[in-house]
Nanobody, 126 residues
Framework: VQLQASGGGWVQPGGSLTLSCATS????????IGWFRQVPGKEREGVAC????????YYSDSTQGRFTISRDNAENMVYLQMNSLKPEDTARYYC????????????????????WGQGTQVTVSS
């Protein structure tokens, strides 16, 4: 099982960025997926998670309305569209997956996920 996040970079406040997560070694359609972020000295935070095609989706209060998680099961890809970016969105972003079917309250818990990508850095500054 492998996940590889990409698409990070530098963007000005108010800008947009789309992160991609290429997955392999498992059937993405059967997995819950999540995007998390972490800054040094702080805990990893769930920002957008999806349990599956017909399951619940989670967005944190700070990302609701600005971020959108999506997946392309046929291409084994997961995406995070990030709009109206703010300096406080600066972090290293990770994609994660689990074969379990977590309830919505468990989606943003990093302990729910079995597999993690290496992360991609997002920096929002002027």
């Amino acid at each position: 099982v492998q996940l590889q996040a990409s698409g990070g970079g530098w963007v000005q406040p108010g800008g947009s960025l789309t992160l991609s997560c290429a997955t392999s070694g498992f059937n993405l359609a059967h997995y819950a997926i999540g995007w998390f972020r972490q800054v040094p000295g702080k805990e990893r935070e769930g920002v957008a998670c999806s349990s599956g095609r017909i399951g619940p989706t989670y967005y944190s209060d700070s990302t609701q309305g600005r971020f959108t998680i999506s997946r392309d099961n046929a291409e084994n890809m997961v995406y995070l569209q990030m709009n109206s970016l703010k300096p406080e969105d600066t972090a290293r972003y990770y994609c994660a997956a689990t074969v379990s079917r977590p309830i919505q309250s468990m989606l943003p818990d990093p302990g729910t996920y079995d597999y993690w990508g290496q992360g991609t850095q997002v920096t929002v500054s002027s």
